[in-house]
């Protein structure tokens, strides 16, 4: 598993607010820690490049931090990405993997930063939504049926096939032959 949430720290943002929200997250960071040893799981932990907050990041058996790893990596070894409002998930939906959306404060991001698209269309954010860390690991197959990635994709990514080096090709060609005339 991959947990990539996005980066937080703004200068609207209110201290108490964000240490308590930080508090709460370490928490549940431990129970789940817990939780996975449980269960045999592995999760990969990969802050914002830009939140400095996570740098002192707790050991923790079953979940390990990645500050310096390309995010485009851990995609490609991870089974499931759960994140927040990150666009990383729109990258992720190339892969056709499922996508888990951990948004705790949903009305006070986007009252503080503010979305690109909608959290309850089913295409926008193509996965089911908690609100704890833990509920990761009580969704059950039957609650990703209701998404359709292949849509999701398909809004979101013009071309996504094996061909780009095709398309380049061809356009670079087509350049080309408008400089001779």
Do not use: C
């Not at 607010?17 to 799981?41: C, G, H, N, P, W």
């Not at 690991?137 to 049926?145: R, V």
């Amino acid at each position: 598993m991959l947990f990539a949430p996005t980066h937080r720290e703004s200068k609207l943002a209110r201290t108490d607010y964000d240490e308590r929200m930080m508090t709460s997250f370490l928490e549940q960071i431990a129970v789940l820690d817990k939780k996975l040893q449980e269960r045999r799981f592995f999760l990969i932990f990969k802050p914002h490049y830009l939140s400095r907050k996570f740098r002192n990041f707790p050991r923790f058996s079953n979940i390990k931090v990645s500050h310096d790893t390309d995010p485009r990596l851990l995609m490609l070894v991870s089974d499931i990405l759960v994140t927040d409002y990150s666009s990383i998930y729109v990258d992720y939906l190339l892969l056709q993997r499922p996508i888990v959306f951990y948004q705790p404060d949903l009305e006070y991001y986007q009252h503080i930063r503010g979305l690109v698209v909608d959290p309850k269309n089913p295409i926008h954010m193509p996965g089911p939504k908690i609100s704890k860390l833990s509920q990761i690991l009580e969704l059950k197959e039957e609650d990703f049926k209701s998404f359709d990635l292949e849509k999701s994709r398909a809004f979101f990514h013009k071309y996504w096939d094996d061909r780009a080096s095709e398309r380049l090709a061809s356009f670079l060609q087509k350049l080309l032959s408008q400089d001779d005339l």
